[in-house]
């Protein structure tokens, strides 16, 4: 009687403590048991932070690491060799699609960094250099440019042209690299070849917008027929294995082949080779 007392009890006080743990307020978590596991700790960037060795809450990225939208260009570095290796090597991103937009976002970064000295064909005739404020810019057809060392002088700069790295950012380096050679191309007569290459994306792009139908299976067997092959009936399933397709899976593969088995023999009007 005692113990059953106490159970009573026991199960009063638990129930109470659970009952009140939830409240009226509807925004208020009740009580927490645990908070550690509803509050981290929040650091500050440069705070001390014990649980480290070295004590500090700001952590270093893992060796290797590769801040997003950037490539890692160690090899690349600011020197001849590195020029001529990213001359030779270096290769826009395959993330870097030009596009209608991206070709005008290309032309007129191109006119604002660029433009004033290179001009806007690139033939060297930029606003410095007519005015004679600045000397010695190349026309783009007087060097042999790569998307590569395109992308080398902008980030470093040459000679007496500045790197515009803090200007341009890496993708955008490239679709202004972009712009450069299509000027060359134009400068040098290749221009042919530059409008096949716009022709030829914008056909990519309207194929993007195609979609084709996939033929039935009657349509299909229909094609075959009137190419003028004959009807082989060894080709279709034998019914006797029907028995061996045992899992569901299995049954409609088998269901499959035999439709397919049936377009084809009702394509040749074979009606009699289907044992179905
Ligand atoms: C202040 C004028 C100036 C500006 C602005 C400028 N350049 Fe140049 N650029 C030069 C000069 C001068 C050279 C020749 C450097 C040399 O070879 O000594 C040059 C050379 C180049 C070359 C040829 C390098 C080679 O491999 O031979 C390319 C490509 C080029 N610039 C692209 C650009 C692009 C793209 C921009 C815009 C982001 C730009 N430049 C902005 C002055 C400029």
């Not at 600045?134 to 590569?148: H, M």
């Not at 470093?156 to 450069?180: C, D, F, I, T």
């Not at 993007?208 to 996939?214: A, D, K």
């Not at 019914?239 to 899992?247: E, G, M, P, Q």
Request: proline share 4%; glycine share 10%.
């Amino acid at each position: 009687m005692l113990k059953k007392n106490i159970f009573t009890l026991l199960a009063m006080i638990t129930g109470g403590i659970l009952l009140s743990s939830c409240g009226n307020d509807k925004n208020s978590t009740g009580w927490e048991f645990m908070p550690d596991m509803y509050r981290g700790p929040a650091l500050e960037a440069y705070q001390p932070n014990s649980f480290f060795s070295d004590s500090l809450a700001s952590r270093k990225p893992v060796a290797g690491t590769i801040a997003r939208g950037f490539m890692s260009y160690e090899k690349f570095d600011n020197t001849t060799e590195g020029y001529e290796l990213a001359k030779a090597n270096m290769k826009a991103p395959a993330s870097i699609v030009m596009n209608e937009m991206e070709l005008e976002e290309a032309a007129k970064l191109y006119g604002i960094f660029c433009g004033h000295c290179h001009g806007t064909k690139g033939d060297g005739q930029g606003i410095l250099m007519t005015r004679e404020k600045f000397l010695g810019v190349p026309s783009y057809a007087e060097r042999e440019l790569t998307e590569g060392s395109i992308f080398h002088v902008i980030t470093y700069g040459k000679g007496n042209m500045g790197s515009h790295a803090a200007q341009l950012s890496p993708e955008e380096r490239w679709k202004v690299g972009h712009h450069v050679l299509k000027l060359r191309r134009e400068l040098t007569g290749e221009v042919e070849e530059a409008q096949a290459e716009e022709v030829v994306e914008e056909t990519s792009e309207t194929e993007n917008q195609t979609y084709y139908r996939i033929p039935s299976p009657d349509e299909m067997f229909g094609f075959i027929k009137e190419s003028g092959l004959a009807f082989n009936g060894e080709l279709l399933n034998d019914i006797a294995n029907s028995d061996s397709y045992t899992d569901p899976k299995m049954q409609a593969l088998n269901f499959g082949v035999y439709s397919a088995d049936l377009a084809y023999t009702a394509a040749y009007k074979e009606f009699n080779e289907t044992n179905y």
